[in-house]
């Protein structure tokens, strides 16, 4: 499809580390001859950082992924006050085709694959002795991107018919030049989530457990937990959560015990943080903090306000609710009030919950039992130990940790739950209703008849 692909040159970038190998700086990025580009291993290592480059910006990882989620998912607990109309629509579920932030986020995705596909179809140039790291890398890379398309521009696995319901196109090859066979179809959601687990399996097992601030084999098995998890595969899901909580605590990960507060608004990656957008004053984007903050912060004017309804939830005495505060005349959440800070992608607080949900689901007690994973995130946050547990308690730890992170409409959908309208709460959505999805911006609709439109929209 013409707009899908039309973005094929490849991202150049230089990469500095700081002395202590944590920080990363991104020089601007630029537009290089593909040949040139892929013609040696320094070119095809610069690609490989354009792509990450590419995956931190505002319309992928660096906020608006996981800005959609909780907007989709605010159920009379978040409100959007900004502006801006295009997250106004995903708030209130009346999306336009043409939305401007949709569209800019399937581009970006695509964009960023074909890069990854591009470094895949020359790794034979990459040196032998780093060739199944930067596979790896781009494996990572595309798998993810995938797996958020079909996220949202999808019906959710839960909603079975996942063999005829329609997924995204899965686009395997570099593209370089338009032609007839670049006007793909749409793959089905099992088609979209089998190419998902090919590309993390895989990349889990080339990646090294150490890998500066880019993707490592506990990174991958974390993000493959969340596939299993979708999918209600929790057998699978509790394994590779537990396999990332191994590998990264053996690295020297571990849960932040010194206050709640003390995992957000870092300069560099805490001991908790598995995966983030790096962020500075140079280089980076921090969404969540432009809609999140408040001018006094350098944020835009309090877009996304915390209701109390959701306040409530926490238990007295929980640190967790330590979060919110009253700026800009409402409360608000901390985790995102600094300017140039960098974004959470994964942290291991999620692992935990995530093995304990399936061990619970599955009656094991692989890793850890389901009452000592969420008494260790309990603890943190200074709450009292359970010596009994539901799975209603599990789900309701996983929400109220994992809040304003990017969770909250996926986990809905997986546990087939429903999301109150923000205006008249009688009225509801459930997990698979057509407003829950995205539709095919509809840039690509006009160039590409071979597409088929969401039900629910024009086109």
């Known amino acids: 499809m013409k707009n899908l692909i039309q973005s094929v040159s490849i991202i150049v970038a230089s990469v500095l ?8 700086e991104l020089r601007p990025p630029q537009n290089v001859d593909q040949e040139i580009a892929l013609s040696s291993d320094a070119n095809i290592k610069r690609v490989l950082i354009g792509a990450y480059a590419e995956l931190r910006t505002v319309q992928l990882y660096g906020g608006r992924i996981q800005l959609y989620a909780e907007l989709l998912g605010a159920n009379n607990e978040i409100r959007w006050e900004g502006t801006f109309n295009a997250p106004r629509e995903v708030y209130n579920k009346s999306i336009f085709t043409n ?8 581009l970006a995705a695509y964009k960023t694959i074909n890069i990854a596909n591009n470094i895949l179809s020359v790794i034979d140039t990459v040196d032998e002795e780093d060739q199944d790291r930067v596979r790896g890398e781009a494996l ?37 030049e338009i032609s007839e066979k670049d006007y793909v179809s749409r793959n089905t959601v099992e088609e979209v989530y089998q190419q998902v687990l090919a590309d993390l399996t895989l990349a889990e097992s080339l990646l090294p457990p150490t890998n500066g601030v880019f993707a490592k084999n506990y990174v991958a098995s974390a993000m493959l937990s969340r596939v299993y998890l979708q999918m209600e ?20 990960k571990s849960l932040v015990t010194s206050g709640f507060m003390n995992v957000f608004n870092n300069d560099a990656d805490t001991s908790e943080d598995l995966f983030s957008i790096q962020v500075n004053t140079q280089d980076g984007d921090n969404n969540l903090h432009l809609f999140y903050s408040t001018p006094d912060e350098g944020a835009r004017g309090g877009d996304i306000t915390i209701l109390q309804s959701h306040i409530d939830l926490y238990e007295a005495g929980d640190q967790r609710r330590n979060q919110f505060s009253i700026r800009a005349d409402d409360f608000r959440t901390d ?36 009452l000592d994973d969420i008494n260790l995130i309990r603890a943190r946050v200074s709450l009292p130990v359970k010596t009994t547990l539901t799975l209603d308690e599990i789900l309701t730890e996983r929400k109220l ?19 109150r309208d923000n205006i008249n709460a009688a009225i509801s959505y459930p997990y698979d209703d ?13 160039n590409n008849e071979n597409l088929i439109q969401n039900s629910g929209y024009a086109g």
């Not at 992608?345 to 061990?359: C, D, F, G, K, S």
């Open 17 to 24: 580390f700081s002395s202590c190998g944590d920080q990363l």
């Open 99 to 106: 939305n401007s932030f949709i569209t800019d986020t399937w």
């Open 140 to 176: 990572f890379i595309r798998g993810v991107l995938y797996f958020e398309l079909v996220r949202y521009f999808a019906l959710p696995y839960s909603a079975g018919n996942t063999a005829s319901n329609l997924g995204v196109p899965i686009v395997l090859d570099p593209t370089t």
């Open 233 to 252: 595969r929790f057998g699978d899901a509790r394994d590779a959560a537990n396999r990332s909580i191994i590998s990264a605590t053996e690295t020297g």
């Open 335 to 370: 985790k995102w009030r600094q300017q140039f800070k960098n974004v959470k992608v994964i942290r291991l607080a999620e692992m935990y919950l995530t093995r304990a949900e399936a061990n619970f689901r599955e009656g094991t007690a692989i890793g850890a039992t389901p």
């Open 401 to 419: 940790e994992l809040a304003h992170e990017g969770h909250i409409i996926h986990d809905v959908k997986r546990t087939k739950g429903a999301i």
């Open 434 to 446: 057509p407003k829950m999805v995205f539709p095919i911006p509809q840039r690509e609709m006009d």
